[in-house]
Every structure is written in structure tokens, then in C-alpha cells.
């Protein structure tokens, strides 16, 4: 079987096929460092790392994460907090990587900054203007849409509309409404370089393209990103990098995660309900945020909420319940691989939520299984599932312990509801109502359902 990706450009899931043979190429949009990521921004950054895993099993992949360290928000923070821009790039850039590996997020292979890569996007957008895809207006230099046919293929608009329906107020320099700007000028006290056109600064778009041609080359294997990129943002690198290069195809998968809620609402500032990573690793533990994270097909929305949250927790709870107690030793650790279930599902296009079935079907063998050798061989294959999946990477027995103080251990829990049934199944409900009491007063709220029942942490 073959790696199978949603590509939002065909619009379906294909078979994927690297360029070159045996490796592949990758590159994900990163944070604009001015400020801590919220909980939506972890979300490619999870999901991308799990497919970068994925591939890792198969190719050699060469993983590229930007951090947009130039940028108008920057320079608006710099302002507002009267501190340097550098400072306020650096700290941001260690605390994203922090925050990041504390979800088990892998370091890329190489994370470009913006800022060192002024000298490629000059020289693209030279030859953009040299080829006939860029014109010099009042300081600016602006990509020319008309003059790229291919213009709205990625993200299937077509410019005829675009230009009918906009309604933006139209700087005089441009020669049509949706060209984008390459470089623009830069006062004194904002971020400059030299260039052919005056002191300036590069639109946002040319980093992303200078980067991805510097780092992986002028075809990149997977480009990624959140949907919210795929217009203008992506559709703008794909038509630098393509008028630059030629011709020659930039991505050949777009690859795109949806977006999260908190609560049903999007996550605004005037809303108030922005969810910080940094915040929410003081209390959350970062593979219950993973697990969270990866919970729902990437492609889908994904609402967050207590019950999101505790839904990971307990399913983490099962996982490491089945291995809690299971010496295995370093040598079959080693030599163990993931089940082969989880690796298919993952495999078609990142099925998390098939891939997580398939695994808690494992934790149920090895609950079952009695004796040791095939518990072992069970546990192992656990570990590996784990290692590949970013889960089970702690011990089990802090795992239980790690339960907030006071609050009852999960194994605790499944244990008083299975004498809770029993007892109603013998009908001594006085027994099984004495039990419901006793883990509602722990602040355990259970539910019975038609798959037997379920608890959570009220
Ligand atoms: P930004 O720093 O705003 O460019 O965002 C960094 C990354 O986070 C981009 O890939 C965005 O698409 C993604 N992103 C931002 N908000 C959300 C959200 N609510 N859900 C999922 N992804 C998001
Ligand atoms: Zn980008």
C-alpha cells in the first residue's frame, strides 16, 4: 500500500509519490513570533508532526517549519511593548519550540528564519520582475496576478470573480486589486534592508517561497499549512515560486488541517476564549493535549472543551492502564514495531481517529492476555504503537500518579464502577448506589450507556 494524502488541489485523496525516490520533502508554514501560540496554532504543528513521523517510516524526509520573524505584527508589538524587535522574536521563538516538544512535537530538520533569508528573496523577486511576473510601483514591488494564468488554481477561484466581487479599497500603485506585495519601503525606524528598490522589507508571501526554494529545493514534495492559508497565502507562494522557477510545479501535495473551536465559538481576542499552549501545559498534560489534538480526522473541525480534554485523559488512562505493571525489557522494546492497523490507518491520510480504534483494540488484547510472554510481546508492540503515534512516552506508574492531589487514580475508578455493575447486575441497588455516591462525592460523574459506562471528572 501506498501513503494516501488529501491534496487540496485535486480536490481528493491521491497516492502520494515523492519526486526523487526514497525521500521527500516537506514544508509547514510556522508561527509569526510576537506572541505565545494559542491552541489552534498547535494543531498543525501536531498534525504535521505526526505525518512527518509517519513518512519517517518510509523515506528520508527533509522536514522544513519557518518562523516568520519579520512581519507588521512584530513591528506593532515592538511599538506596544517598548521592547526591541529581536527580543521579542527570540523569546518567542524559544517558547514556541518549549511549548511545542512539551505536545511531543519532534524538532523539524531545519527552521528557517525569515530575516536570514532577506538576500534569496531578493534575488526571486529580481527575477520575477527580469521574467514579467512583478512591476516597481511608488517604492513597492508587486506580483502582477494577470499576468500568471494559473492564478486561483490552489485555491479554485478564478480572478475574473475575485476582481468583480472585491471591494477593497485599491492602492493607486497597483495595476490590478489582488496584486500582492514582494518587497515595500521601510521608515527609519522600522525593520529595513537595501535592495534594488530603496531600503525595505519583503511581503510575507516571498518568505515562505524564498525559504522553502533555499531549504528543499524548487519542487517540494508536501506543502502544509492551516486551511486558513490556502487563499491568499499559499495560492501566492505557489504563483511566486512557479513565474520564478518557470514553470516548474512548486508542491506537488497541498496538504491543509481545520480549524478549532472552543466551546462551538471561534477562538477571537474580543471573545476572549483564546486558549494559550503555554498556559494550558500548567494544568493539562501535553499528551493529553496531543491525543486531544489529534482526536478528530486533521481535515475536520475540531471543537475543544473540558469534555475534549478529559475524553483524551481517559483514553490515555486506558492506554496506560493495559501496560501499567508489564516489565518489558530494553531488547524487545527495540525490536518491537507498531501495529500494523495503526500504521494503515495512519497511512491513509492520518486517519487519527481509526488509527486510535485500532490501538485501543491492542490495550484490550493485552488486557485479556494471561500469560506473560504474550504480554510482554503485546506490551512492546504498545511502546512502539506509542513511540510512533508521540503517546505513552512516560511511565505508567507516574502516569497514575500524576493524578491532580486528592483526585482519584483512574484504575480506582474503572475498578469501584465494575463493582457498581456487579452489584446491579445481582440487583442490590442499595450496593450500586452506595458506589455512585461514593465517586460522586470524588467528584467522578458516571453515565451508563448503550456501550457499557463511562466516567469523567466533573
Ligand atoms: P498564524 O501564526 O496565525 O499564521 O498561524 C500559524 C498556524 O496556525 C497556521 O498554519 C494557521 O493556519 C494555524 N491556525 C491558526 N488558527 C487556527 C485554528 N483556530 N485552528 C487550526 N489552525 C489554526
Ligand atoms: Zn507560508
Given at each position: 500500500m501506498t501513503i494516501r494524502l488529501h491534496d487540496t488541489r485535486m480536490g481528493r485523496k491521491v497516492a502520494f509519490e515523492p519526486l526523487v525516490d526514497g525521500n521527500v520533502t516537506m514544508y509547514l508554514c510556522g508561527p509569526t513570533v510576537y506572541n505565545y501560540a494559542h491552541i489552534g496554532n498547535a494543531r498543525p504543528a501536531v498534525v504535521f508532526d505526526l505525518l512527518a513521523r509517519v513518512l519517517r517510516r518510509r523515506y528520508t524526509l527533509k522536514f522544513a517549519r519557518?518562523?516568520?520573524?519579520?512581519?507588521?505584527?512584530?513591528?506593532?508589538?515592538?511599538?506596544?511593548?517598548?521592547?526591541?524587535?529581536?527580543?521579542?522574536?527570540?523569546?518567542?521563538?524559544?517558547?514556541?519550540?518549549?511549548?511545542?516538544?512539551?505536545?511531543?512535537?519532534?524538532?523539524?530538520?531545519?527552521?528557517?528564519?525569515?530575516?536570514?533569508?532577506?538576500?534569496?528573496?531578493i534575488a526571486m523577486i529580481e527575477a520575477l520582475i527580469e521574467k514579467g511576473f512583478a512591476y516597481e510601483a511608488d517604492g513597492h514591488v508587486l506580483f502582477d496576478v494577470a499576468a500568471y494564468d494559473n492564478y486561483g488554481s490552489l485555491s479554485k477561484r478564478s480572478l475574473r470573480e475575485m476582481i468583480a466581487g472585491a471591494r477593497v479599497e485599491v492602492a493607486d500603485y497597483k495595476r490590478n486589486s489582488h496584486d500582492f506585495v514582494l518587497w515595500k519601503p521601510s521608515t527609519p525606524e522600522l525593520p529595513g534592508w537595501e535592495s534594488p528598490w530603496g531600503r525595505g522589507r519583503p511581503g510575507w508571501h516571498i518568505e515562505c517561497s524564498a525559504m522553502a526554494e533555499k531549504h528543499l529545493g524548487t519542487t517540494i514534495d508536501i506543502h502544509a499549512g492551516g486551511q486558513d492559508l490556502i487563499f491568499p497565502h499559499h495560492e501566492n507562494e505557489l504563483a511566486q515560486s512557479c513565474c520564478a522557477h518557470d514553470g516548474q510545479d512548486f508542491a506537488r501535495y497541498w496538504v491543509h488541517n481545520g480549524f478549532l473551536s472552543i466551546d462551538h465559538e471561534k477562538m477571537s481576542k474580543s471573545l476572549g476564549n483564546v486558549l494559550l499552549v503555554h498556559n494550558l501545559i500548567d494544568s493539562i498534560p501535553g499528551e493529553v493535549i496531543r491525543l486531544a489534538l489529534l482526536s478528530a480526522h486533521y481535515r475536520q473541525p475540531l471543537d475543544w472543551s473540558d469534555e475534549t480534554v478529559e475524553s483524551a485523559r481517559r483514553m490515555l488512562d486506558r492506554l496506560y492502564g493495559a501496560v501499567r505493571g508489564i516489565e518489558v525489557p530494553e531488547a524487545s522494546r527495540a525490536a518491537a514495531v507498531p501495529l500494523q492497523s495503526v500504521v494503515d490507518a495512519l497511512e491513509d491520510d492520518l486517519n487519527t481517529?481509526?488509527?486510535?480504534?485500532?490501538?485501543?483494540?491492542?490495550?484490550?488484547?493485552?488486557?485479556?492476555?494471561?500469560?506473560?510472554?504474550?504480554?510482554?510481546?503485546?506490551?512492546?508492540?504498545?511502546y512502539a504503537t506509542g513511540d510512533l503515534l508521540g503517546l505513552l512516552q512516560g511511565d505508567p506508574d507516574e502516569w497514575f500518579a500524576g493524578a491532580a492531589d486528592g483526585e482519584l487514580p483512574a484504575e480506582a475508578i474503572n475498578e469501584m464502577i465494575g463493582k457498581r455493575n456487579a452489584a446491579r447486575a445481582a440487583k442490590d441497588f442499595a450496593a450500586a448506589d452506595a458506589l455512585r455516591d461514593k465517586l460522586a462525592e470524588a467528584g467522578i460523574q458516571i453515565e451508563d450507556g448503550p456501550d457499557g459506562t463511562t466516567w469523567r471528572r466533573a
Open positions: 519557518n518562523f516568520t520573524d519579520v512581519d507588521d505584527k512584530i513591528n506593532a508589538a515592538s511599538v506596544e511593548s517598548g521592547k526591541p524587535i529581536g527580543e521579542i522574536t527570540e523569546k518567542f521563538m524559544r517558547i514556541y519550540n518549549e511549548d511545542m516538544a512539551a505536545l511531543g512535537v519532534l524538532p523539524p530538520d531545519v527552521e528557517p528564519r525569515a530575516t536570514e533569508h532577506i538576500a534569496e528573496m481517529p481509526k488509527a486510535m480504534a485500532e490501538f485501543f483494540g491492542l490495550a484490550r488484547e493485552l488486557n485479556k492476555a494471561t500469560r506473560p510472554m504474550e504480554r510482554e510481546t503485546l506490551a512492546a508492540t504498545m
